[in-house]
T-cell receptor, first 114, second 110 residues
Framework: DAGVIQSPRHEVTEMGQEVTLRCKPISGHNSLFWYRQTMMRGLELLIY????????DSGMPEDRFSAKMPNASFSTLKIQPSEPRDSAVYFCASSFAGGVEGYTFGSGTRLTVV | TQLLEQSPQFLSIQEGENLTVYCNSSSVFSSLQWYRQEPGEGPVLLVTVVTGGEVKKLKRLTFQFGDARKDSSLHITAAQPGDTGLYLCAGARRNTPLVFGKGTRLSVIA
């Protein structure tokens, strides 16, 4: 397995533009997580899915953020409109239910909003 | 407030030295995981400790889970430049996602 695949690796966009981040989890994993990482706040959980169903989106900062998981092999995180304070590294991770065996993270998307 | 506090935040040492980093909480966890993150990459799982008092060794790395399952430590013996990275602890509770600390950023200088 190629691991968790995220795209793009880097995204630079202007304030007000829509940004879509993509994630392909590991085949067979049934939990998927979106995290945001900054120096100040560390890794923050934004939303997670079990069996493609959103379970908890309380970490999504504002209505500008939305996430979908239309099937077991694909998820998106959308920011519309983007703002400079959204600049961060966004990680997708997947695991078997419960996560006892640990999470497998993608390489992240570094988002810069100017 | 951060549920998991890691200390120190930053650590810079010479190759060959020993070090210990800590992960503390006032909450009890069913298990605790340690990850290492290198620049430009996502965190990678190193170990999971489950039982209070448990000690696990991974080559030069020794992980310990506190008796009360509220804290953990990571000890590195004879650190090498390849150990450089961000070390994250994460606490697990039943049916909830992992909670991550902010990490200890380790730099080992040759």
């Amino acid at each position: 397995d190629a691991g968790v695949i995220q795209s793009p690796r880097h995204e630079v966009t202007e304030m007000g533009q829509e940004v879509t981040l993509r994630c392909k989890p590991i085949s067979g994993h049934n939990s998927l997580f979106w995290y945001r990482q900054t120096m100040m706040r560390g890794l923050e959980l934004l939303i997670y899915f079990n069996n493609n169903v959103p379970i908890d989106d309380s970490g999504m900062p504002e209505d500008r953020f939305s996430a979908k998981m239309p099937n077991a092999s694909f998820s998106t995180l959308k920011i519309q409109p983007s703002e400079p304070r959204d600049s961060a590294v966004y990680f997708c991770a997947s695991s078997f239910a419960g996560g006892v065996e640990g999470y497998t993270f993608g390489s992240g998307t570094r988002l810069t909003v100017v | 407030t951060q549920l998991l506090e890691q200390s120190p935040q930053f650590l810079s040492i010479q190759e060959g030295e020993n070090l210990t980093v800590y992960c503390n909480s006032s909450s009890v966890f069913s298990s605790l995981q340690w990850y290492r993150q290198e620049p430009g990459e996502g965190p990678v799982l190193l170990v999971t400790v489950v039982t209070g008092g448990e000690v696990k060794k991974l080559k030069r790395l020794t992980f310990q889970f506190g008796d009360a399952r509220k804290d953990s430590s990571l000890h590195i013996t004879a650190a090498q430049p390849g150990d450089t990275g961000l070390y994250l602890c994460a606490g697990a509770r039943r049916n909830t996602p992992l909670v991550f600390g902010k990490g200890t950023r380790l730099s080992v200088i040759a």
